[in-house]
């Protein structure tokens, strides 16, 4: 049995600052960039500020038809463009399985990342996540080697749950503008009842005894209790590990991923490996609405890793390989949705 850890524990469960304070090196398994594949840095503008990223290109050649581009948006956390988790680059991997499937990417650095003072000017998830997504996708179009109409969204965990919303702000800006999101181990219920769930599990699968679990869902009930009583002020720092203003908390309480997604008419993809615990069956049931594409995948951890036994924090710290599953589920999607106009 795997001790129990607090420090692996709070980790998990925390807004993850910890796991992007310093840039990780590449995993071993993923060390070069794939042959025929291009890079280069770029920045675009969001919110009076200028975003770094990187822009992956497939292959081309003179007579290649432009191919779909995708931005990715990373999960919770400090997160830089990658998806650094431990010694995986989570999202390099994403974005280089894309391109051998001939689907360019757009990755870049949360601006908790990049310019903390302002996300900290304006804490909640629209000026962490959702604004600067949306105008990615906007800088996406504007990419001379990529088809400016087959503009995709792919969102992991916070970035998934989130989603329907970057959508919902873009083509608001511009009807038409975004062909489909990719919802890959997302949430669909009230944050505080997932974290619950996430403490408890993690918690046991780590070894934890119901006795030494309990601290920590106590600390987070006092967290929601703070954060849904109107005598709290907004500015009031809470949470635990990362204390943020109570605004913050109240913003993520109040998002309904599911609502929001029915009123966008765009295709849809919902993804989940059966062996995370970051994301349950019930979000993947409760994200797969009608018309959707949906899969979950056999032996796959929170970042689409193979691993033995249950997760508990651990296995995503650990060198591995994004799946080819799910890799091919993912470009096929979109290359199917992308011929379908």
Same mark, same amino acid.
């Given at each position: 049995m795997i001790r129990f850890s607090p420090a692996i524990f709070l980790a998990c469960v925390s807004l993850g600052a910890q796991q992007t304070a310093t840039p990780a090196p590449p995993s071993k398994t993923v060390s070069s960039l794939p042959a025929g594949?291009?890079?280069?840095?770029?920045?675009?503008?969001?919110?009076?500020?200028?975003?770094?990223?990187?822009?992956? =290109?497939?292959?081309?050649?003179?007579?290649?038809?432009?191919?779909? &581009?995708?931005? /990715?948006? !990373?999960?919770? #956390?400090?997160?830089?463009?990658?998806?650094?988790?431990?010694?995986?680059?989570?999202?390099?991997?994403?974005?280089?399985?894309?391109?051998?499937?001939?689907?360019?990417?757009?990755?870049?650095?949360?601006?908790?990342?990049?310019?903390?003072?302002?996300?900290?000017?304006?804490?909640?998830?629209?000026?962490?996540?959702?604004?600067?997504?949306?105008?990615?996708?906007?800088?996406?179009?504007?990419?001379?080697?990529?088809?400016?109409?087959?503009?995709?969204?792919?969102?992991?965990?916070?970035?998934?749950?989130?989603?329907?919303?970057?959508?919902?702000?873009?083509?608001?800006?511009?009807?038409?503008?975004?062909?489909?999101?990719?919802?890959?181990?997302? =949430?669909?219920?009230?944050?505080?009842?997932?974290?619950?769930?996430? &403490?408890?599990? /993690?918690? !046991?699968?780590? #070894?934890g005894t119901p006795e030494q679990i309990a601290p920590f869902v106590a600390q987070w009930d006092e967290v929601w209790k703070a954060a849904k009583d109107p005598a709290t002020s907004n500015d009031e720092p809470i949470g635990v590990g990362v204390k943020l203003p109570a605004g913050y908390w109240r913003d993520w309480l109040k998002r309904d991923p599911v609502a929001t997604m029915k009123t966008l008419h765009v295709a849809v993809l919902v993804t989940r490996g059966i062996k995370d615990v970051n994301s349950l069956h019930e979000d993947f049931v409760l994200l797969s609405v009608p018309g959707a594409t949906a899969e979950e995948f056999p032996g796959l951890n929170h970042i689409y890793m193979p691993i033995s036994g249950v997760a508990n924090g651990a296995d995503v710290m650990r060198p591995g390989t994004v799946s080819p599953q799910l890799l091919d589920k993912l470009a096929g999607w979109i290359a199917a949705t992308a011929a379908s106009r």
């Amino acid at each position: 049995m795997i001790r129990f850890s607090p420090a692996i524990f709070l980790a998990c469960v925390s807004l993850g600052a910890q796991q992007t304070a310093t840039p990780a090196p590449p995993s071993k398994t993923v060390s070069s960039l794939p042959a025929g594949v291009t890079e280069r840095e770029v920045s675009f503008p969001t919110d009076g500020l200028s975003a770094p990223g990187t822009l992956t =290109v497939p292959a081309l050649t003179k007579t290649s038809p432009k191919p779909p &581009i995708a931005v /990715l948006v !990373a999960g919770s #956390g400090v997160q830089d463009r990658d998806g650094t988790v431990g010694p995986n680059k989570f999202l390099q991997q994403i974005a280089w399985g894309l391109a051998q499937h001939g689907v360019a990417s757009l990755r870049y650095d949360r601006r908790a990342k990049f310019a903390m003072a302002s996300f900290m000017a304006h804490p909640d998830l629209d000026h962490e996540v959702v604004i600067d997504a949306a105008n990615a996708l906007a800088y996406a179009a504007t990419v001379p080697e990529v088809d400016s109409h087959e503009v995709f969204l792919v969102g992991h965990s916070l970035g998934a749950q989130l989603a329907p919303d970057i959508v919902a702000m873009r083509l608001k800006q511009e009807p038409g503008s975004v062909r489909g999101m990719a919802l890959l181990s997302g =949430v669909a219920r009230p944050i505080d009842v997932v974290i619950d769930e996430q &403490i408890r599990t /993690l918690g !046991a699968n780590q #070894g934890g005894t119901p006795e030494q679990i309990a601290p920590f869902v106590a600390q987070w009930d006092e967290v929601w209790k703070a954060a849904k009583d109107p005598a709290t002020s907004n500015d009031e720092p809470i949470g635990v590990g990362v204390k943020l203003p109570a605004g913050y908390w109240r913003d993520w309480l109040k998002r309904d991923p599911v609502a929001t997604m029915k009123t966008l008419h765009v295709a849809v993809l919902v993804t989940r490996g059966i062996k995370d615990v970051n994301s349950l069956h019930e979000d993947f049931v409760l994200l797969s609405v009608p018309g959707a594409t949906a899969e979950e995948f056999p032996g796959l951890n929170h970042i689409y890793m193979p691993i033995s036994g249950v997760a508990n924090g651990a296995d995503v710290m650990r060198p591995g390989t994004v799946s080819p599953q799910l890799l091919d589920k993912l470009a096929g999607w979109i290359a199917a949705t992308a011929a379908s106009r």
